[in-house]
């Protein structure tokens, strides 16, 4: 049995889990353009091998969630992990465009290991380390990033394109062995039946959302495809709604969720997701694009991933700053600040994209803000909570991010289309590049939406009714009980900042 750790070690193993998970979501992104070629399929085909883990991981995040918090959030913690390890395991031995998809979609249930980690350290650490960890926590989201991308890039350039793979098998497999032995146990929420309708029904209004979104550039936005789908998304998601506020015990609890303190925190995530993606998106693109444009920097695709080493590096550095100013401030203070900081990278984006230096230290700078933005996310979230729904609630904020992540891919995809020009001809075709004015439109949009985070941040009110579920929600809290060799739980209290107002 596996013996309980001192709350260091279990943040590390947490914090090693989490930055695997992130690590394989972006992974597979060096090897896209060769992918046609390795595995004999259409360009168009080989897409879903980011869309499905797209889909699968925006399905897993509350589902899980809402397991951890009913049968206990360490075995659905190792059973994302484990979905992580055989997914990659999966990848690694085979070449055929279906398996691998499957391998990717198991992968794409690994999303749900930030959010389940989170929501563990509310429960088996002491309240006065949770603000610090939990911004440590926040911050392996550009860690997994920043050093998946040039690591990935090495070894596809330099070595066959599945021992990429091999090298996420094990570390995946490493992170489910140190969870299982290190990761103590939590006292689950109270007994009850799994909403399974629930479940299904918000799979299947996912899937047609965020099939919408991220293919919608691929079909045509005008499309019947694309119009089915959206409708078939308000269908399902109405009834899913009115069964989610009629059952006893639903899925997400969406009297709870459509209150100000946790429906804003929401609508920010959704926000901060989309203006962090647009760096990640754009800043590989733009170094890579070819000199002839007058602006690229014709780097390769080791190099271009390097350039986002610095990135997450700095949301190290800043994840201790962040707990302090929301210790001090508040969490909202913090996230209205990474939001306005995210804002100004931007702007440093559209000053100067044609340096390197420049473009590193714009990239840095958003980085900065994302981390402060994050941090503060799932503490508000925990404020706004009961501790028997801390799993659910922050999954279906990585949700949001998420999707929010989806809509910044089809709007950057979009801009940039509809601005290539011709940079001259390789071999029987014509090159084309994004001219440097969309790539600064997309910059702007970006720096537009972090705006309208820093304005949600700033509209959160000052309660934290974490002790006890308004009157008439679906899940009334329950006073969690601990059994014999469970880590108590702890209360997340407001900041003396704001209890006194």
Not at 25 to 40: G, I, K, S
Not at 275 to 293: E, G, H, W
Not at 350 to 362: K, M, P
Request: with cysteine; charged share 10%.
């Amino acid at each position: 049995m596996p013996q309980h750790p001192t709350g260091r070690a279990t943040l590390a193993v947490l914090g090693f889990g989490a930055i695997t998970a992130t690590l394989v979501q972006t992974a597979v992104v060096p090897l896209l353009p060769d992918l046609p070629r390795l595995t004999h399929s259409s360009a168009a085909d080989v897409g879903w091998v980011v869309t499905v883990t797209l889909l699968t991981g925006a399905i897993a995040t509350p589902v899980l969630g809402r397991a951890g918090d009913m049968v206990g959030k360490r075995p659905m913690l190792l059973a994302a992990l484990g979905a992580l390890t055989a997914g990659s395991l999966a990848c690694a031995l085979t070449s055929d465009l279906g398996v691998l998809l499957a391998g990717r979609a198991l992968q794409g249930v690994g999303a749900a290991v930030i959010p389940l980690s989170i929501s563990l350290l509310r429960d088996v650490l002491p309240r006065e380390r949770i603000g610090s960890a939990v911004a440590l926590m926040s911050s392996t989201v550009g860690i997994g990033a920043a050093v998946g991308l040039p690591l990935a890039a090495l070894l596809v350039q330099y070595a066959d394109w599945h021992l990429m793979f091999w090298a996420t098998t094990a570390l995946a497999a490493l992170a489910t062995a140190l969870a299982w032995r290190l990761v103590p146990r939590s006292a689950p929420g109270a007994a009850g039946r799994f909403d399974v309708p629930g479940a299904l029904g918000l799979a299947v209004a996912l899937t047609c959302v965020l099939l919408a979104v991220s293919k919608g550039g691929d079909w045509g936005w005008t499309s019947t495809r694309i119009a089915g789908l959206l409708a078939a998304t308000l269908l399902v998601g109405a009834g899913w709604t009115r069964r989610q506020l009629r059952t006893a015990e639903p899925l997400v609890d969406l009297r709870l969720t459509l209150r100000p303190a946790v429906a804003l925190p929401n609508l920010a995530a959704l926000l901060a997701g989309f203006s962090f993606y647009a760096n990640s998106l754009v800043t590989a693109q733009l170094v890579q694009a070819p000199r002839a444009t007058g602006y690229g920097l014709g780097l390769g695709v080791a190099a271009a991933g390097l350039c986002l080493l610095p990135s997450g590096v700095l949301m190290v550095a800043f994840a201790p700053l962040s707990a302090r100013i929301s210790a001090a401030r508040g969490a909202r203070i913090t996230l209205a600040a990474g939001a306005l900081v995210i804002a100004m990278g931007y702007l440093l984006r559209i000053a100067d994209s044609r340096q390197l230096v420049a473009v590193i230290g714009g990239a840095a700078v958003v980085s900065v803000g994302t981390a402060l933005a994050y941090s503060a996310l799932p503490t508000l979230i925990m404020r706004a909570v009961p501790q028997q729904q801390t799993a659910a609630a922050n999954g279906l904020n990585v949700l949001m991010r998420t999707i929010g992540q989806a809509l910044c891919s089809a709007v950057v995809a979009a801009v940039l289309a509809h601005s290539l020009v011709s940079t001259g001809t390789a071999g029987a075709g014509i090159v084309t590049a994004p001219t440097l004015n969309g790539y600064r439109t997309a910059f702007a949009i970006a720096c537009a939406v972090a705006l309208l985070a820093c304005v949600a941040a700033c509209t959160i009110p000052r309660e934290h009714p974490d002790v006890e579920t308004p009157a008439g929600s679906g899940a009334a809290a329950q006073p969690a009980t601990a059994s014999p060799g469970t880590v108590p739980p702890t209360t997340v209290q407001p900041t003396a900042a704001e209890e006194s107002t």
